[in-house]
């Protein structure tokens, strides 16, 4: 069965400290696509990147950056330098090409808190 | 602006009260979706909708009811029936519902039954 799991509930950082959440799935198709949105105080999800499952290469954006691996079913997130702004809340999702009649559904995991203090 | 719009933002419900929860969207996007999220868990589907006047069950659609009469337009009915319908309730879209595309997310609408 598919699923998204984000064994860091909560994690608290100072300022300026580096930060990375982990995120591991399981499906059964060989092509999927992985998500990380964050979701501010207001609510909204915002997109941060997408990734499928044939491109391994690690990705950078900014503060930010990807290291996907398939040998361990992760897609881990960093940001560097955190700052207070980064407070939110991080989902990973991943989406399936050929199960059932969920194309394009998101499967989320439950979700990390992160907390960026001055 | 294109985006998505969902209201109220705050909703209060006597309990056997049927409730309606708004989400249009100007994005031109084809496929609309409706979570729930509960504290400390991630986001449940209740129902999505990939063309309009079609609309299939998401995991959790027990409860709730939709309709897609317009593109535009994916109002999501919290009945009577959902025996724990207090919750935050996300809106979202995508340009055609395949698995690449990303979503797209409204403010969310609040709900508590009292």
């Known amino acids: 069965a598919q699923k998204v799991t984000q064994a860091q509930t909560e994690i608290s950082v100072v300022e300026k400290e580096d930060v990375t959440l982990d995120c591991v799935y399981e499906t059964r198709d060989t092509t999927y696509y992985l998500f990380w949105y964050k979701q501010p105080p207001s609510g909204e999800l915002v997109f941060l990147i997408r990734?499928?499952?044939?491109?391994?290469q690690n990705e950078i954006s900014g503060r930010y950056s990807w290291n996907f691996q398939k040998s361990t079913s992760s897609f881990n997130f960093t940001i560097t330098a955190s700052q207070v702004v980064d407070s939110a809340v991080y989902f990973c999702?991943?989406?399936?090409?050929?199960?059932?009649?969920?194309?394009?559904?998101?499967?989320f995991g439950k979700g990390t808190k992160l907390s960026v203090k001055p | 602006d294109g985006g998505i719009t969902q209201s109220p933002k705050y909703l209060f419900r006597k309990e056997g009260q049927n409730v309606t929860l708004s989400c249009e969207q100007n994005l031109n996007h084809d496929a609309m979706y409706w979570y729930r999220q509960d504290p400390g868990q991630g986001l449940r589907l209740i129902y999505y909708s990939q063309i309009v006047n079609d609309f299939q069950k998401g995991d959790i659609a027990e409860g709730y009811s939709v309709s897609r009469e317009k593109k535009e337009s994916f109002p999501l009915t919290v009945t009577s029936a959902q025996k724990n319908p207090t919750a935050f309730y996300l809106c979202?879209?995508?340009?055609?519902?395949?698995?690449?595309?990303?979503?797209?997310f409204g403010q969310g609408t609040r709900l508590t039954v009292v």
């Open positions: 979202a879209s995508s340009i055609d519902g395949s698995e690449n595309t990303e979503a797209f």
């Open positions: 990734r499928n499952s044939f491109d391994e």
């Open positions: 999702a991943l989406s399936e090409a050929e199960y059932g009649g969920s194309q394009g559904n998101l499967i």
